[in-house]
């Protein structure tokens, strides 16, 4: 008899959504802890402390099982420092304008990056992207205006950095797929961190600023924890079901962030921050759910026997 997999059964997938909406506390509580620390330390502190976390929780995760000096072997070093080095650049965009946007509009403006991806994997990858899709990809963007509003009353600029933030993201997701057909994903999760704890480990004694509280430091020090074991959860929970029945989930972040920013910092999030992400949170999804039919067996073509 066939063993089952992991997703098959009913209480298989409620793991796995227990598991993404874990995540989603988890990156919510590390940008709240981020938007907490960004009038009191450096951003390029936040973003090293972030990344230090993550690599020596990923060193202590994966060489036990796999060897610590095979994390390090790849087959492409140049694509592995490039998306590095643009999760960087994402991890600095939303980071810094954590300091200046409500916690629920940052997140709803991040929520285009999986549609940022749809529209970059053509050029990059050489996908094709069925006309649904780009109706689809429009309609986010829309979204993104009306949660921005550029040159409108009210307009935030700093809402841009959040979507440069989604931009360099989906950037690195599509590199991530590239190198994945060269390299396990452990050495890729590996150097995701590596890269950008050694860049910034040379750069940040320019810019250290002791914290001077005791919940400063216990804060920074979490922000790498939380963030991995985010990453951790939402890898655990495409193990236990389909990415179309999982993936949905991931936008209760919203809701969260919702929360914590009202308990925490006292922010209501606006109408148009409701109406623009319920666009682009439609749009991810019309995607998503697309691209599973695709590759879903049923859609293949039968082979005859």
């Known amino acids: ?25 988890l990156f919510v509580w590390m940008n709240a802890g981020v938007k907490l620390l960004s009038p009191h ?14 690599l ?4 202590a995760i994966f060489a036990p099982g796999h060897g610590w000096w095979r994390l390090f072997v790849t087959r492409r070093p140049a694509v592995q420092v490039a998306r590095s080095f643009l999760l960087i650049a994402s991890t600095s965009f939303f980071f810094t304008a954590l300091g200046f946007v409500p916690l629920a509009e940052a997140t709803a403006v991040s929520f285009t990056s999986p549609i940022l991806v ?5 050029p990059m990858l050489g996908e094709r992207v069925a006309l649904g899709h780009w109706l689809a990809i429009g309609a986010g963007f ?3 205006l009306v949660i921005t509003r550029p040159g409108g009353e009210g307009a935030n600029p700093y809402t841009l950095l959040v979507l440069g933030s989604s931009g360099s993201y989906a950037a690195y997701q599509l590199l991530t797929r590239h190198v994945g057909r060269f390299d396990p994903p452990e050495t890729s999760v590996t150097y995701s961190a590596l890269v950008g704890t050694v ?8 810019f250290w600023q002791a914290p001077d509280r005791l919940a400063h ?10 963030g991995a074991l985010g990453h951790y959860c ?38 148009w921050t409701w109406a623009g992400a319920a666009v682009i949170i439609a749009s991810g999804l019309y995607i998503a759910l697309g691209e599973a039919r695709a590759t879903s067996p049923s859609s293949r073509p039968s082979r005859g026997g």
């Open 41 to 54: 330390l450096p951003v390029v502190e936040l973003i090293w402390a972030r990344s230090l976390g993550h």
């Open 118 to 122: 749809a529209a970059l994997a053509g």
């Open 199 to 206: 860049a910034l480990s040379c750069v940040v004694p320019f």
């Open 56 to 59: 020596l929780f990923i060193v």
């Open 142 to 144: 829309c979204g993104a």
């Open 217 to 226: 430091w216990l804060i920074l020090g979490a922000l790498g924890v939380l």
């Open 1 to 25: 008899m066939a063993e089952t997999p992991l997703g098959d059964d009913g209480s298989g997938i409620l793991r796995g959504i227990l598991f993404m909406v874990g995540a989603t506390v």
């Open 234 to 271: 939402v890898a655990r929970a495409f193990l236990w079901g389909p990415a179309a029945l999982i993936s949905p989930f991931h936008y209760i972040q919203l809701v969260w962030a919702a929360g914590v920013g009202f308990l925490v910092f006292g922010e209501v999030p606006s109408l």
